[in-house]
């Protein structure tokens, strides 16, 4: 799952709390990896009347997507329900701990009472980018880009869109489920960019030797 948040422009909530969610994306899998649904809701702010220029040209989301949404309870409310519809054997992965930090967050800033879907979900979450940094055993955290880009898979439809960016850490997911298998995979891919790195080096050599040769 992803979030897309706006930063609140109350100067005085914004000492405690810095943004409100905008958008929820999700994509749900089977046990097979297979995508067998998808969510996505706008969520209308409380303390912001109206985007910013660059939340608005980052996400593409406009203030007539927000104006008809409803508020942050209500959509996070579905959101559990959905993720609940199958049963509850569920976990939910999102890219670093920030959404959850952040649904929390809000929870408290919105003086929510969780529900037990809500409470089940937030008990059940796992910081995806952690779990990925300890399997390739990363100096520092790992953005979702890059980590798609030496796995070799090409980012899908538009970035800071929450569904997309869902829909491309769940490729991720399933990229990495061997691991054994992901990581001989992934030490294929360094070695071949860097042979396809020195054969430039070698040819760009060659090239300038040729040149220096026609000059003398």
């Not at 422009?9 to 929820?24: C, F, P």
């Not at 995508?35 to 040209?57: A, G, K, M, W």
């Not at 976990?91 to 959850?100: H, I, K, M, P, R």
Request: glycine content about 4%.
């Amino acid at each position: 799952m992803d979030l897309e948040m706006q930063p609140i422009q109350d100067k005085e909530i914004r000492r405690i709390y810095r943004s409100e969610v905008i958008e929820i994306g999700a994509v749900m899998l089977d046990d097979g990896g297979k995508e067998i649904s998808c969510f996505r809701q706008y969520v209308r702010p409380s303390y912001s009347n109206r985007l910013s220029n660059t939340i608005r040209d980052l996400t593409g989301i406009t203030d007539g997507k927000l104006s008809g949404a409803r508020k942050f309870q209500e959509v996070i409310e579905e959101f559990a329900s959905w993720c609940l519809k199958y049963g509850t054997d569920v976990e939910v992965y999102a890219w670093s701990d920030s959404d959850l930090i952040q649904i929390t967050s809000e929870i408290s800033l919105k003086q929510i009472i969780p529900s037990a879907n809500i409470s089940y979900l937030l008990e059940h979450w796992v910081d995806f980018q952690h779990e990925y940094d300890e399997l390739i055993r990363a100096e520092e955290p790992q953005g979702l880009d890059h980590a798609l880009s030496i796995s070799g898979i090409s980012f899908s439809g538009r970035k800071h869109d929450a569904l997309y960016d869902a829909r491309n850490t769940a490729n991720l997911y399933m990229a990495t489920r061997d691991k054994e298998e992901y990581l001989q995979s992934l030490s294929q891919i360094r070695d071949e960019t860097e042979a396809t790195f020195s054969n430039l080096c070698i040819a760009d050599m060659i090239n300038l030797d040729a040149l220096k040769q026609v000059i003398a």
